[in-house]
């Protein structure tokens, strides 16, 4: 076992750990502060990919915009922290089981797959090979500037719903 | 080697043999990173002990005092002092903070603003880490900063450290926009997010000759996260007492201190870094050492206007903090990223001298310019004239609801 692989297990174990805490914890500014280790974590196997990229989007993106915004939402709900009921219904063995039953189903599904190594490093420029494939009509053109549209639309959409009415 | 062409790599070749004559050559690089990692903390730790006796002392001269100058030679030794005195104090955690998130988040202030430093170059040789997405990296512990803050506030369970905030997510987030978008400016004209890349394509012509609309925006927005004033709102001590830090004591409430004077001089490194040509200055080919005195001067310049606008502006209001963002900040930096695309590409096949490059794109920056300059001054003066009509037509008990249409600035 070399260091990578040591760093992979004790990243895997801190996501699942923080993954876990964020459904069971009490407290949903603490279950938030979890979504962000675990978040944090997959920043982490990003950069033990040699993704750096992947990785800075990721705390940028996913730590920076998406869990402020989680947190923000949970301060400015009303009595969110009173809630003292349980946290699960008489229907939770149900959900257990079809949890389980999803999860055997992929890693059975995923046991059986052979996934192709490469044994050439990491390129260089992976940075450069990207933006140009997202820019290239052969490659990702069109689903980016889709994605562009959807979410201008999506702006736009919002700041006309939370006009004023004049 | 040479030592003072290559003064770190030389001090590496020695401890890599040093360590190597006992230990397995893995362990030595192990350990090698973490001596760089620890260089770099420890500059930005240290730094902020003389940061914050230097912008006592000009913010006094600029406001007609003295400040500090009994401890040590003028007063050198006055934030030793300070933080002996700080780590002496009573070390208070609230009875209904929320402990572990009420503690974590001065750490993570500090964090924030030190792992900035990883990738800002002092000279061509001298720089914690080259990442090739450093400018993306940037933005990414930045925002944690913001994280940082609004734990420290909500965890202190008191209704002015949430208030504080609430107000930093108003204003953090928001000027996170622009800041990304003048980033992507030198970004765009260097062809990399490398910090290294980015300096070293400003050899003949430094970007804010290129760019200097990108580089104004970035300066903004850049002192508005760091929640000084005339951004202070945060923190104001007239409205909400302390802010987000009210609860804090100690260390603690030092290390949210250290993280802002750290944060602003972190600002006048970017600006440096980005704009001002980095290390770049005469003779850096022959003595690279030298770099470091010019990125440190001009690291210091941004710094003190960063101090300059700190001593003589006044706090700015809510909602002209938030107009001035979105209605004014957001569009001039989008159509300045746009336009220095076009133009950039536009220009590529004449095969320019970089002084041909910066003529066209400085060209493009004053028209951009002058454009939103006189929109904005035609938008005043039609609420202006409105306003002037609504006063003139109503009789002065009416005064009120023009009053309320444009309110007056504040006192």
Known sequence: MDGLQIAFLVTAAVILAAALQVVTARNLVHAALWLIVALFGMAVLFVLLEAGFLAAVQVVVYIGAISILIIFAIMLTRRVMQDTGPQTNSQWWLAALIALGTFAAIFLTLSQV????????????SLATLGFDLVSPDHYVVPLVVVGVLLAAGMIGSIAIAKDKE | MDFFSDPIGAVRTLLENLLNSFLPAAVTEALLVIVGVIVVASFGLILPLFLIWAERRLVARMQDRVGPNRVGPEGLLQTIADAIK???KEDITPLGADKVVYNIAPILAVISVLTMWAVIPFAINIAG??????????????????????????????????????????????YEVPLILSIIVPVLLARSMSMQAIVDQQKDVWFIFMAPIAALIFFITSVAETGRAPFDLLEAESEIVAGFHIEYTGMKFGMFFVAEFLHAFTVGALT???????????????????GVAYFMAKAFLGYFLVILIRATLPRIRIDHMLDLNWKFLVPVSLAAV?????????????NLLPIGRAIFLFGSNV????????????????LRQEDEAKRGGEAPHDAEAAHDAHPAPAH
Do not use: H
């Open chain 2, 129 to 174: 880490a080259d990442l090739n997405v450093a400018a993306l990296y940037i933005v990414s512990v930045g925002s944690l900063g913001t994280l940082a803050i609004m734990l420290g506030g909500w965890a202190s369970n008191n209704k002015y450290a949430l208030l504080g905030a609430f107000r930093t997510v108003a204003q953090l987030v928001c």
């Open chain 2, 86 to 88: 700080l780590l002496i």
């Open chain 2, 338 to 350: 746009l336009v220095t695309a076009l133009v950039d590409k536009a220009i590529e096949p004449l």
């Open chain 1, 114 to 125: 052979r996934f192709p190594q490469a044994n050439a490093p990491v390129p260089e420029s």
């Open chain 2, 272 to 290: 440096a870094t980005l704009f001002f040509g980095g290390w770049q200055g005469p003779g850096v080919e022959q003595y690279p050492v030298l």
């Open chain 2, 367 to 382: 028209v951009v310019g002058w454009i939103a300059l006189s929109l904005v001054s035609r938008a005043a003066r039609r």
